[in-house]
Nanobody, 124 residues
Framework: VQLQAFGGGLVQAGGSLRLSCAASGRSFSRGVMGWFRQAPGREREFVAAFSGSYGTTRYTDSVKGRFTISRDNAATTVYLQMNSLKPEDTAVYYC??????????????????WGQGTLVTVSS
């Protein structure tokens, strides 16, 4: 299974970007697909996730109301629509997937598969 992330780039504060992550080799209809990010000098942190089993989403507090996670019906691609971007959103964004648990877990060890990361830079 491979996850490949797309869509990062440079944007001004207040702008928008849409990240995509495509899974090859399997679908995650009953698992969880999500996004983490890692800013320079900081640990990788949970951003958002989508549970295929429950149809639920979860966000870290700092992105609520600005970011929206969604998934395609085939359960192989997850998207992160990022609006009203702030300089503090600057980070490498990683997609992740968990096939073992239908519940959304915020910690990194819960995720079996990781994408290569895509850089998002928000200028002030």
């Amino acid at each position: 299974v491979q996850l490949q992330a797309f869509g990062g780039g440079l944007v001004q504060a207040g702008g928008s970007l849409r990240l995509s992550c495509a899974a090859s080799g399997r679908s995650f209809s009953r698992g969880v697909m999500g996004w983490f990010r890692q800013a320079p000098g900081r640990e990788r942190e949970f951003v958002a996730a989508f549970s295929g089993s429950y149809g639920t989403t979860r966000y870290t507090d700092s992105v609520k109301g600005r970011f929206t996670i969604s998934r395609d019906n085939a359960a192989t691609t997850v998207y992160l629509q990022m609006n009203s971007l702030k300089p503090e959103d600057t980070a490498v964004y990683y997609c992740a997937a968990n096939s073992r648990s239908p519940a959304i877990i915020l910690t990194r060890p819960a995720y079996d598969y990781w994408g290569q990361g895509t850089l998002v830079t928000v200028s002030s």
